[in-house]
């Protein structure tokens, strides 16, 4: 098995990234809805980057605001400051349209290619921009040398940050791949991760792809993370990990190289 180190390859992205942002000063806002645990220690993270980046990071965080109204008032008002980065972070409380505040980010601003008009550049190779977990992905399998040529690709999840544009990904690139989501019948999907040369998840459903799944020299991008007993998981189980040829760890995996992809397209 060998683990691919994250950390190491979002080091050289922001290598990159910090020489630019020494030239270009920039400034972002992050915002937050609700209370959510898991979204403050994100922007937490992201924040600090943007301080090592030497990037002003601004956090907003109204965790009574919830209707779609009172968050479109607060967006504008955010965007009237003409920001080079605005970022939402989710999941949003019940009652706020996710879509509506998303796509009320300019696209110029929108560095975490979740609005339908920023999708639709990136869908179409129209923009330098892409989603940061897609983003992510595509610089593992650059820096890790990962073939894709006549390779079975399964892709599980077809959720809004990482498996549609991922799917996105690799549909503008031409490059074939099956789709395992919670539609999918249970022998399919057996089938399908039994014969998967290379596995890219991302449901955040913990420890739900385990060894009796899986064939040897298998290929695993873990880009599901949620909490289980306190502590922070993937979808894959780490009983998986002595079959793969290769494998991203969560935590520092996919992540770190997420949160560095957001930063480099805040220059894009």
């Known amino acids: 098995m060998n683990k691919i180190d994250g950390k190491t390859i979002a080091e050289d992205i922001l290598r990159d990234v910090g020489v630019i942002a020494n030239v270009m000063q920039k400034r972002v806002c992050f915002i937050q809805f609700g209370d959510d645990a898991s979204s403050t220690a994100f922007i937490a993270r992201k924040q600090r980057v943007a301080n090592q980046m030497g ?64 999708l639709q550049l990136f869908e179409r190779s129209q923009s330098e921009r892409m989603p940061p977990v897609a983003g992510a992905v595509n610089a593992i399998i650059v820096s890790a040398q990962i073939d894709l040529i006549e390779k079975h690709i399964v892709l599980v999840g077809k959720g809004k940050l990482v498996g549609a544009p991922i799917a996105m990904l690799f549909d503008r690139s031409g490059i074939p791949y099956d789709t395992v989501d919670i539609d999918t019948p249970e022998d399919e999907k057996i089938r399908l991760l039994a014969e998967a ?22 290929v695993l991008i873990d880009a599901g993370t949620s909490e289980h007993q306190g502590v922070l998981v993937g979808d894959i189980d780490p009983s998986c990990y002595d079959k793969a040829l290769l494998y991203t760890p969560v935590p520092g995996g996919v992540g770190p190289v997420t949160v560095a992809v957001l930063f480099k397209n805040l220059f894009s």
């Open 197 to 218: 040369d290379i596995i890219i998840s991302g449901t955040g459903a913990p420890h739900s792809i385990t060894a009796d799944m899986i064939k040897e020299g298998v």
């Open 55 to 118: 990037i002003q990071a601004d956090v907003i965080h109204e965790p009574s605001i919830n209707t779609t109204e009172a968050a479109l008032t607060l967006l504008a008002e955010v965007v009237s400051h003409e920001y080079d980065g605005i970022v939402v972070q989710l999941p949003l409380p019940y009652g706020i349209d996710t879509d509506e505040v998303l796509n009320a980010i300019p696209v110029a601003q929108d560095i975490d290619v979740l609005g339908t008009e920023s």
